[in-house]
């Protein structure tokens, strides 16, 4: 079975310093993986996917992953920190190709930015 | 374009009451789904169609309900609705023809007293 970890519930960085967020994924199959934020109140919004084109995605709001397939990971970064990046971010992964409509997302990490 | 559309925004319940949440997209998309939220477990699959007149259940379905007879819309029945349904719902839908990636509504909050 597919299945998605985040490891840390909670990242806290300085404004100006690089985000790190984690992601694992265990999947048979060549999957789809997304990472989404989610900001308060507020429903998730893309930030970037990888379709199994270029390993290195670049997202919005400068924010870009890679997908290391010998590692199962793909993890979340952006260079500096911003204060309006603070959210909770949510890593997920499709089973099966062109079947986005059965996302298994990891836990989310919330992202605590400091001044 | 709305997007996904989800309402209500807030609702509480009393235990062993039902309601439907709605949720329409006007993006034409095939696909739509509807997710709960509950903290420290991210989102969970309830149930989701990939057509008009197709549903299946994911990996939370039981209490609720689906139908799909049009492309739009996508409710979610709460039949008898428990205080474990206490959660923020998530509507999205995709499209498998474009390929795309889901698109989510702004959730509905729900609590069952």
């Known amino acids: 079975a597919q299945s998605v970890t985040q490891l840390g519930s909670h990242v806290s960085v300085s404004e100006g310093a690089l985000v790190l967020l984690r992601c694992n994924y265990s999947?048979?199959?060549?999957?789809?993986l997304f990472w989404y934020v989610q900001y308060p109140n507020q429903g998730l919004q893309l930030l970037l996917k990888?379709?199994?084109?270029?390993?290195l995605v670049k997202g919005i709001n400068g924010f870009e992953a890679e997908f290391k397939k010998s590692e199962t990971s793909f993890h979340l970064t952006k260079p500096s920190a911003h204060m309006s990046d603070a959210a909770e971010y949510f890593c997920?992964?499709?089973?099966?190709?062109?079947?986005?409509?059965?996302?298994?997302f990891g836990s989310g990490t919330r992202l605590l930015v400091r001044p | 374009n709305a997007g996904v559309t989800q309402t209500p925004k807030f609702q509480v319940l009393k235990t062993g009451q039902s309601m439907t949440l709605q949720c329409a997209q006007d993006?034409?998309?095939?696909?739509m789904s509807w997710y709960r939220q509950d903290p420290g477990m991210g989102l969970r699959l309830i149930h989701y169609?990939?057509?008009?007149?197709?549903?299946d259940q994911g990996e939370v379905p039981n209490g609720y309900n689906v139908s799909r007879s049009t492309t739009e819309d996508f409710p979610l029945r709460l039949l008898s609705a428990a205080p474990s349904q206490t959660s923020v719902y998530f509507c999205?839908?995709?499209?498998?023809?474009?390929?795309?990636?889901?698109?989510f509504g702004q959730g509905t909050r729900l609590t069952v007293v």
């Open positions: 169609s990939v057509g008009a007149g197709i549903t």
């Open positions: 999205a839908s995709s499209s498998y023809s474009k390929n795309t990636e889901a698109f």
């Open positions: 999947s048979s199959v060549p999957p789809y």
């Open positions: 997920a992964v499709t089973p099966l190709r062109r079947s986005s409509y059965k996302l298994i």
């Open positions: 993006m034409n998309h095939e696909y």
């Open positions: 990888y379709t199994s084109a270029a390993t």
